[in-house]
């Protein structure tokens, strides 16, 4: 396989989108750098660091645990064609009651820690003039619903972010693109309230569910040569609402 020599890196590894992200790059060959803050036993048997797998601590609400996890990953190897910014924690309320503390940990989370954490890996790919980087975002980051001023907000900074890094990074052959996905079958969506899941069913063209692996079959595709042209997209996965 074309592939099997190349190295990615995925945060969120453990369990949801990301873990689904993680087997998916290992069943084409990638040697995979799963990225978590306590490593699940799923993932140890799943992705086993005897196939050249590695398993590296990273919180992102600490940019000393983000800069080590950085050092982690290079040192396993210095070439990482591959990173997917999956990690991302929830968060819904109308913003008169949203406390500024919780919007500041929220976006620590979801926007300032993955480009924290793509700074470091974008300079060694910068170095190699070559990489892909994949951006979990949200269509909450592209609708303007009541209560997702914090998770929206963040998204949509990760989101904007995706476009400015592919204008500033398309020069030394880094290609940068998100994801948007609407509502996936993860932990995640197991906590929103069923009114808000309802309404967001309501508006979409399509029935059924989107599931983790439907997830990583565009992250597939946006890391394989049929992607080569495309960057600085931002690209739904949304079961098609139109707004
Ligand atoms: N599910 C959805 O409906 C949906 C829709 C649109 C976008 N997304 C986005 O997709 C991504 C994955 O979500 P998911 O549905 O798979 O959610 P999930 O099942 O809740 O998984 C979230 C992952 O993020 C990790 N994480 C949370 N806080 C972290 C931190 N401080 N440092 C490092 N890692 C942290 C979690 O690690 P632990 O295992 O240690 O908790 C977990 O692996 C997120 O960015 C989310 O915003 C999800």
Redesign the pocket.
Known sequence: MSESKAFAVV?????????AICQRLATQGYRVAT????P?RDLQTLLPEADGHAIVT????DDAAIAEAARAVLKWSKQIDVLV??????SGGLFAMTRMDHMRDIFQ??TF?PLLFTQYIARAMTRAKAGSIIN?????GLLADAGTMA?GGS?AALMHATRVLATELGASGIRVNAI??????????AQ?DEASRAALDARSALPGM?A?GD?AALVSYLVSPESAQMTGQVLRLDRGMPF
């Open positions: 945060t969120g590894a453990n369990r949801g989108i990301g873990l990225c978590v803050r306590v699940s990273l919180d992102l609400r910014n999956c990690a991302g924690v929830a989370v979801n820690g979990i975002g949200s269509t909450a998770y998204k948007a996905p609407a509502v996936v079958e993860t932990d995640m969506a929103m989107i983790p997830v």
